[in-house]
C-alpha cells in the first residue's frame, strides 16, 4: 500500500517500447489497477468523519458534549447528547461503507479479469491489473479490450478487426479498426516477440474520437491514428483474435478520463439546514446572552438577600461570573431546539422512502425481471426538485432497434391493416402477423401485417418485385451464413439491417457478396449479379447508389436516400408518381417513421464504357479526387425513375414520448447528449415531440473555429430576444384582453430549439462563450447536443449547476454517461443493453426511461413534500418545547432552572413525539400517485423551493414560540387565581410542570394530526398511542412503587396523580389546547379557501371523486406528430463502399452507426418549384433575395432550400 502520494509529472508526450517493461517503467506510467471507490481501510475513518463534519449540527453537538462534560455549568446528563450523537455517526458510517464496499467489489471483478499477455516468449494469463505499459496483449472473439491498446494484427484479411463500442458511446453497431500494413503480418509469437518498435504518441486525454501518434521500427516512422488503436471498454466482435501493444493503461485510459471522479452529493435541504443551524445557534447565543445579564442583574440587586441560606461556590466570586456561568448553562438547557434526534430521524426517512422506491411495482420491468432501485438513501427529496435533466439518446430514449414499419410502392401504401368497413385498425400485439412460411429463409423474428404486399409479391407484380430487388442489392451489408439457411446479417447501420431483413422475407434474399458480385435467392431462385461500382454514401450526397448488371447483360443503377435528393434527380415520367409518393411520405414522417426514396435507372452499355473510363481516372487523380468522383456520381444519378419508398420505425422505448410530454409540462427541461450523428438525434428529437414542425426556429451550431461559434450563438440569441421584443411592443398597443391573448399565444408558439455539434460545443464551453451558451440554451425549450463526448456531457451538466443553481438530473444508460452521471446532482442508470457501468455509478437504477416519470412526480413530490412538512413540524414543536425554559427563566431568578423534569426532558423527542412525525414523515400524501401523474404543475413548488426555505423556517419558528409563550403563561396565570376543589392553593412547581408538559404532548399532537392529510392506522397508532404512551409513563414514574425501587431518582411520587385528578387543570389544559391550536387552524381555512393552491384544487377534486365513486381516467396518450422526412439518415462513414469493392473484408462485416434525418416541407409547391427549377423555367413569382453570406445560424429548413 503506498502511504504518500507521487509526484504529479504532467506529459508532453509519451514514449512507449514494446516487450519493454523495464525500459517503461522509468516513465512512471499508471498500471492498469482502476479504483472507483472512495475510501480504503486506513482512510475511511478520518475521511467519513470529516464528511459527517460537514454537517455544521454534527459538530455543533460535538461541542454541546464537551460542556456538558463540565459539571460546573451542565444542568443535564452528558449520556443524553453522546449516545443519540455516536448513533446517528455509526448509521451513517455503516451506509456510507456499504455503498463503498460494493464500489470495490466491482473494481475488484474489473482488476481481476484475465488477458494473454506476451511474456518472456509466451502467452500468460495475467490479471488486467498486472497488464503494464508497453505489454503485447492477445484478444480473442467476444473479450473486453483490457487497456487502450494499438492493433498491430488480426486473424482477418488486411489487418481488419471489427469492435463494437457501446460502452464508449453508446453505439452498439459495429466499426473497423485496421492495423498498419507493416505489422499485420506479426501474427506468429516468435515474431511479436522481436517486435521492439516505439510510438511516439500524445499524453492521455479524454477524447474518444482522436489520436495522434508515429511509429518508429526498423528506421521508418508510420503515422497512427484512431482507427489503428482499441480502447479498453470496447468489445471484439467476428474476429478470431488479434494482438495489441498496451499504449494507455487503467486511470489513464481514455474510458477512465471521461469517468470522471466520485462526488460527495448533499441536497439542498441539507445545505438550507447547515446554515438554518447556524442561525439558530446564533438565536441560542442571544437567549443565552439575555438571561445571562438577567442573572447578573437579579443576582446584584436580589440574590445576595439569600447569600445566607444560599451562599455562592468558592470559585463564584461575582454576580458577572454567575451570568458567565448561567450563559452557558442556558445554552446546554435550550440546545434542544436543534435536536440530535432530528437527524436520526431524517435518516430514517430516507431510508423508508429508499425502500418505497424499491418496492413500488409499478417501475418493475417484467420483461427484464428488473426492479427499481434507490442506490442511496440521502438524495430522495432531491427528486422532488429537478430542474434540468440530461438524457443520452441511445439505450435510454431508444431500443437502437429498427423496424421496417410500412412503404409505397408505384403510388400504393402498404403497411396498415383494414377491417371490412374499410376503416384502419390500430396494430396491437394481438394483431395477425403476415404468413411468410412461402420462404423457408425468412427471419422468423420479422413481423408484418398487410397481407397484400405479400399478395403482391406473389402475383410477380414487377414495381414490388423491383423495389426488394432494390433493397436487397443497394446495401453495405456482409451476410454470415452460420448453417444451412440461418443467415446473419453484420450491419452499418440498424436500418440497414432492417431493409435487408424486409426484403429477405418477401422473397428477395440476400446470400453472399464477393468484391465483384453479389447473390440473391429470388422467390427460390438463386440469381448473381455483377457488382459494377458502388456509389457510396456521404453527408453531401445523403444517398448511395450501385451498378450492378444482371443475368440478362442489361446494366442498371439502384439508388436510395433523402426524398429531396432523389425527387430533384428524377426523370419527368415520373412526376405524378413523385407527387404521390409525396404525400405518403408526408404520412410517414407524421407518425415518426424514418423514411427513405428508392430509385433506378437503366444505363446503356457505350455509355457505362465511357463513364467507366472517367472513373478509372478520376479515382487515380491526386488533386481534387473526391470533387471529381462527386461530379461524375452527380452524372450518371440523373433521370432515374421512382419506385417508391420505406418507412423505418426507430423503436423508442415504451412510454418516452409521453413521459417527456408530462415532464415538460412539470417545467422540467430536458437536454439530450448524445454521441450520434447531428441527422439521428435530431430524428429521435421529433420522434419523441421534443422537437416539432410548429416549432419557430431550431438552431442548429455547426462552427468549427471559436469565432464562428461565437457568431452562431449570438445571432441565435439576438434573434429569440429580437422577436421576443417585437412581440411585446405589438402587445404594448392591444387592449387589455388581447395584449393577454398574445401573451398566451407566445408562451404556446415561441418555442426554439437548438443543437449543437461535439465540435461546436468544445469552443462554445471555453470560459469566454459559456455564459452565451447556457442563456441561449435556457431560451430554448429543447436543446440537443450531439457527437459528445463523455467529458463533455459532464461539463455541460456542470455548466448549468455552477450557473442557474438548479437541480439536475443525468440519465443514461452505458460507460460513456457515468461522468455526467457523477456530475449531477442526481444520477440515474438504466439497466440496459450496455453494461452495468451507469447502474453501478447511479443514484437510482430502473429498466426503462418511462419510469422517471413516476421517480420524480410521485416518489421524489412525495418525498421532498413529506421531509418539508417534517421539517417544519420538528422545528415548530421543538421551539414549543424548549423556550419555555426561556419564559420560565424570568420567573426563577434567571437560575437556569428547567420547568420540565429531566425525564421528560430526555423522552420528549425520542418518545412522546418521534412516531407520530416519523408516520407522517413516511406515509403522508397530499393528493395520490394517480392525480400526481395527471397534475405534472403540482411538481413545480418543489423546484422553486417553496415548501421549506428560510422563510417557511422562520414562520414555524414563530408559530413555535407563540405556543411557547401560550403554553407557559396560561397555566402561570390560571395558578395564580386556581384552587383545588378542597380551596387549597396550587403551590409546588411540578404541578405546574405537569400542566405545562401535558399541554405540550396534546397541543403538539393534534397539531400533526391536523397536519397530516392522509391518514393510515399507523399514523392513528402512534399518534394517539404517544398521547398514552405520555400518561402510562407520567403515572409510572411518579407512583408509589418506582419511587420504591429508585428512591433517588424518581422523588416526584403522586405529583400527577394529585393535579391530574382535578377537574381545573384539566380545563387549564384544554383552554390551552384550544388557543394554541384555532388561530392557525382559522388561518388555514382561510387561506385554502380564499387563495387555495393548486395542491388544495386538486385534493378538494379527489376528495369530490372519491365521495361519488368516479372512475380515475389514464393519462392521454401522446401521438408522435411530425412532418419530418427522416431520409438517408444512415451514419456510415464514407468509405465503405471501397472498402467492399477491394475486398478487404470479405470474411466479416462492415461498420455501423446510425442514420441522419432530412427534411422536407409539405407542400406540393415545393415539388412544383423543384421542377421549374429543373426545366430551367424561370418565373418571377419564384425569384428571392439571397440571403446575406454572413448569416452564421440556419434551421433545417432554410438548410434544405439552400
Known amino acids: 500500500m503506498v502511504f504518500w502520494r507521487r509526484k504529479h509529472h504532467v506529459e508532453k508526450e509519451r514514449r512507449v517500447k514494446a516487450n519493454a517493461r523495464d525500459y517503461n517503467e522509468t516513465f512512471c506510467y499508471a498500471d492498469n489497477r482502476i479504483k472507483t471507490s472512495k475510501y480504503n481501510i486506513f482512510t475511511f475513518l478520518p475521511v467519513n468523519l470529516f464528511e459527517q463534519l460537514q454537517r455544521v449540527a454534527n459538530a455543533y453537538f460535538i461541542v454541546l458534549l464537551i460542556l456538558q462534560l463540565i459539571p460546573a455549568i451542565s444542568s443535564l446528563s452528558w449520556f443524553t447528547t453522546i449516545v443519540p450523537l455516536v448513533l446517528v455517526l455509526v448509521i451513517t458510517a455503516v451506509k456510507d461503507a456499504t455503498d463503498d464496499y460494493f464500489r470495490h467489489k466491482s473494481d475488484q471483478q474489473v482488476n481481476n479479469r484475465q488477458s494473454q499477455v506476451l511474456i518472456r516468449g509466451s502467452l500468460q494469463n495475467e490479471k488486467w491489473m498486472n497488464v503494464r505499459v508497453g505489454d503485447i496483449i492477445k484478444l480473442e472473439n467476444n473479450q473486453f479490450v483490457a487497456a487502450d491498446l494499438l492493433l498491430l494484427c488480426t486473424s482477418e484479411p488486411h489487418g481488419l478487426c471489427y469492435i463494437e463500442t457501446a460502452e464508449l458511446d453508446g453505439e452498439t453497431n459495429l466499426k473497423v479498426r485496421q492495423a498498419l500494413t507493416v505489422t499485420s503480418d506479426l501474427g506468429d509469437v516468435s515474431k511479436l516477440m522481436d517486435f521492439d518498435g516505439e510510438v511516439i504518441c500524445e499524453p492521455p486525454n479524454n477524447k474518444l474520437d482522436r489520436f495522434t501518434g508515429t511509429l518508429c521500427w526498423r528506421d521508418n516512422k508510420y503515422p497512427l491514428d484512431n482507427e489503428k488503436m482499441l480502447l479498453r471498454g470496447c468489445v471484439l466482435r467476428n474476429t478470431e483474435w488479434c494482438f495489441g501493444m498496451v499504449i494507455f493503461a487503467g486511470l489513464q485510459t481514455k474510458l477512465m478520463q471521461n469517468c470522471g471522479r466520485t462526488r460527495f452529493k448533499r441536497t439542498s435541504i441539507d445545505k438550507l439546514m447547515n446554515t438554518l443551524v447556524l442561525w439558530i445557534f446564533a438565536f441560542l447565543i442571544c437567549m443565552g446572552v439575555i438571561l445571562a445579564i438577567g442573572n447578573t442583574i437579579w443576582e446584584t440587586l436580589i440574590g445576595r438577600n439569600f447569600e445566607v441560606f444560599l451562599p455562592w461556590d468558592e470559585f463564584q466570586g461575582s454576580a458577572v461570573f454567575s451570568g458567565f456561568l448561567t450563559f452557558w448553562s442556558y445554552v446546554i438547557i435550550l440546545n434542544t431546539v436543534v435536536p440530535i434526534s432530528l437527524y436520526v430521524s431524517v435518516e430514517v426517512l430516507r431510508l423508508g422512502h429508499s ?102 409479391i406473389k402475383r410477380e407484380d414487377p414495381a414490388v418485385q423491383e423495389f426488394f430487388r432494390l433493397l436487397a442489392l443497394c446495401h453495405t451489408v456482409m451476410p ?272 426554439y430549439a437548438l443543437v449543437i455539434n461535439g465540435h461546436s460545443l468544445a469552443h462554445a464551453l471555453e470560459p469566454q462563450l459559456e455564459h452565451i451558451l447556457l442563456d441561449l440554451a435556457c431560451l430554448c425549450k429543447t436543446v440537443i447536443c450531439c457527437r459528445v463526448t463523455p467529458m463533455q456531457k459532464a461539463q455541460v451538466v456542470e455548466l448549468v449547476k455552477m450557473h442557474k443553481r438548479a437541480v439536475t438530473l443525468a440519465i443514461g444508460d452505458g460507460a460513456n454517461d457515468v461522468s455526467m452521471i457523477k456530475t449531477a446532482h442526481i444520477g440515474v442508470g438504466i439497466s440496459g443493453q450496455e453494461g452495468m457501468q451507469a447502474v453501478l455509478a447511479s443514484d437510482y437504477s430502473f429498466a426503462q426511461f418511462r419510469y422517471l416519470q413516476r421517480l420524480l412526480l410521485v416518489h421524489g413530490r412525495w418525498s421532498y413534500l413529506r421531509m418539508c412538512n417534517f421539517l417544519g413540524y420538528f422545528f415548530y414543536k421543538n421551539f414549543a418545547f424548549t423556550l419555555v425554559h426561556f419564559w420560565y427563566g424570568f420567573f426563577c431568578g434567571f437560575s437556569a432552572q428547567t420547568v420540565y423534569d429531566q425525564w421528560f426532558i430526555t423522552l420528549f423527542n425520542i418518545v412522546y413525539t418521534s412516531l407520530p412525525v416519523l408516520a407522517t414523515g413516511l406515509f403522508d400524501q397530499d393528493v395520490n400517485d394517480q392525480n400526481s401523474l395527471r397534475y405534472p404543475s403540482l411538481y413545480k413548488p418543489g423546484q422553486q423551493n417553496l415548501l421549506f426555505n428560510k422563510r417557511q423556517f422562520f414562520l414555524c419558528t414563530l408559530q413555535g414560540l407563540a405556543t411557547s409563550f401560550l403554553l407557559f403563561f396560561i397555566p402561570y396565570g390560571a395558578f395564580s387565581v386556581m384552587v ?106 382561510l387561506r385554502v379557501q380564499l387563495f387555495p393552491t393548486l395542491t388544495d384544487k386538486v385534493r378538494r377534486l379527489q376528495q369530490t371523486r372519491k365521495r361519488q365513486g368516479g372512475q380515475e381516467q389514464n393519462l392521454r396518450r401522446v401521438r408522435r406528430t411530425s412532418s419530418r422526412r427522416s431520409a438517408y439518415a444512415f451514419s456510415h462513414q464514407q468509405g465503405y463502399g471501397e472498402l467492399i469493392t477491394s475486398g478487404k473484408n470479405m470474411r466479416m462485416s462492415t461498420v455501423s452507426s446510425s442514420h441522419s434525418p432530412e427534411r422536407t416541407p409539405r407542400s406540393s409547391n415545393w415539388i412544383e418549384n423543384m421542377l421549374k427549377r429543373k426545366n430551367e423555367v424561370s418565373c418571377a413569382s419564384f425569384e428571392s433575395t439571397p440571403e446575406s453570406s454572413s448569416r452564421a445560424i440556419q434551421t433545417p429548413r432554410q438548410q434544405l432550400t439552400d
Not at 440497414?496 to 434474399?509: D, I, K, M, S
Not at 407520567?1034 to 428512591?1047: E, H
Not at 390551552?1072 to 382559522?1082: E, I
Open 980 to 1085: 383545588k376543589e378542597d380551596g387549597s392553593h396550587f403551590s409546588d412547581q411540578q404541578a405546574f410542570a405537569v400542566t405545562i408538559a401535558t399541554s405540550l404532548v396534546i397541543v403538539v399532537s393534534v397539531q400533526i394530526g391536523l397536519d397530516t392529510h392522509y391518514w393510515t392506522a399507523v399514523n392513528h397508532l402512534y399518534v394517539w398511542g404517544s398521547v398514552a404512551m405520555y400518561f402510562a409513563i407520567l403515572f409510572a414514574m411518579q407512583s408509589d412503587g418506582i419511587f420504591g425501587i429508585f428512591t433517588s431518582n424518581f422523588t416526584f411520587i403522586g405529583t400527577a396523580r394529585n393535579s391530574l385528578s382535578e377537574k381545573s387543570v384539566w380545563l387549564v389544559i384544554l383552554l390551552t389546547t384550544v388557543v394554541c391550536v384555532v388561530p392557525g387552524l382559522v388561518v388555514r381555512f
Open 355 to 456: 425502500y418505497f422506491i424499491n418496492w413500488d411495482r409499478k417501475m418493475y420491468c417484467s420483461q427484464m425481471d428488473t426492479a427499481a432501485e434507490a442506490r442511496t438513501t440521502t438524495l430522495n427529496e432531491e427528486l422532488g426538485q429537478v430542474e434540468f435533466i440530461f438524457s443520452d439518446k441511445t439505450g435510454t430514449l431508444t431500443q437502437n432497434i429498427m423496424v421496417f414499419s410500412k412503404c409505397s410502392i408505384n403510388g400504393q401504401t402498404y403497411g396498415d391493416v383494414y377491417d371490412e368497413f374499410d376503416q384502419k385498425v390500430e396494430i396491437t400485439e394481438k394483431t395477425a402477423c403476415v404468413d411468410f412460411s412461402f420462404n423457408p429463409l425468412c427471419d422468423r423474428r420479422f413481423k408484418f401485417y398487410d397481407c397484400s404486399l405479400v399478395e403482391a
Open 480 to 751: 454470415e451464413e452460420k448453417s444451412e439457411g440461418n443467415l446473419v446479417y453484420q450491419a452499418q447501420s440498424p436500418d440497414e439491417g432492417a431493409l435487408v431483413t424486409a426484403a429477405r422475407n418477401f422473397g428477395f434474399v440476400f446470400r453472399a457478396r464477393t468484391p465483384e458480385t453479389i447473390t440473391l435467392c429470388e422467390m427460390g431462385r438463386a440469381v448473381t449479379y455483377q457488382l459494377l461500382a458502388i456509389l457510396d454514401f456521404n453527408n453531401v450526397r445523403k444517398r448511395m447508389s450501385v451498378i450492378v448488371r444482371t443475368p440478362q447483360g442489361q446494366i442498371k443503377l439502384y439508388s436510395k436516400g433523402a426524398d429531396t435528393i432523389i425527387f430533384e434527380r428524377l426523370d419527368p415520367s415520373s412526376e405524378d408518381l413523385m407527387y404521390a409518393t409525396s404525400e405518403h411520405l408526408n404520412e410517414f414522417a407524421g407518425e415518426g417513421l424514418r423514411t427513405l426514396a428508392l430509385a433506378y435507372k437503366d444505363i446503356d452499355e457505350d455509355y457505362f464504357e465511357v463513364w467507366t473510363k472517367k472513373l478509372l481516372f478520376a479515382s487515380t487523380v491526386i488533386e481534387n479526387r473526391e470533387d471529381q468522383l462527386a461530379a461524375l456520381y452527380e452524372e450518371i444519378e440523373q433521370d432515374m425513375k421512382l419506385l417508391g419508398a420505406t418507412a423505418i420505425e426507430d423503436k423508442l422505448q415504451e412510454g418516452v414520448p409521453e413521459t417527456i410530454a408530462c415532464l415538460n409540462l412539470a417545467d422540467i427541461k430536458i437536454w439530450v447528449l448524445t454521441g450520434d450523428k447531428l441527422e439521428t438525434a435530431m430524428n429521435i428529437g421529433y420522434s419523441c415531440n421534443m422537437l416539432r414542425d410548429d416549432m419557430n426556429e431550431v438552431f442548429v451550431i455547426s462552427g468549427h473555429t471559436l469565432l464562428e461559434v461565437q457568431q452562431q450563438l449570438r445571432s441565435a440569441k439576438e434573434h429569440i430576444l429580437g422577436l421576443s421584443r417585437v412581440s411585446s411592443a405589438g402587445d404594448a398597443e392591444k387592449t387589455d384582453i388581447g395584449a393577454h391573448d398574445s401573451v398566451f399565444e407566445e408562451a404556446i408558439i415561441a418555442e
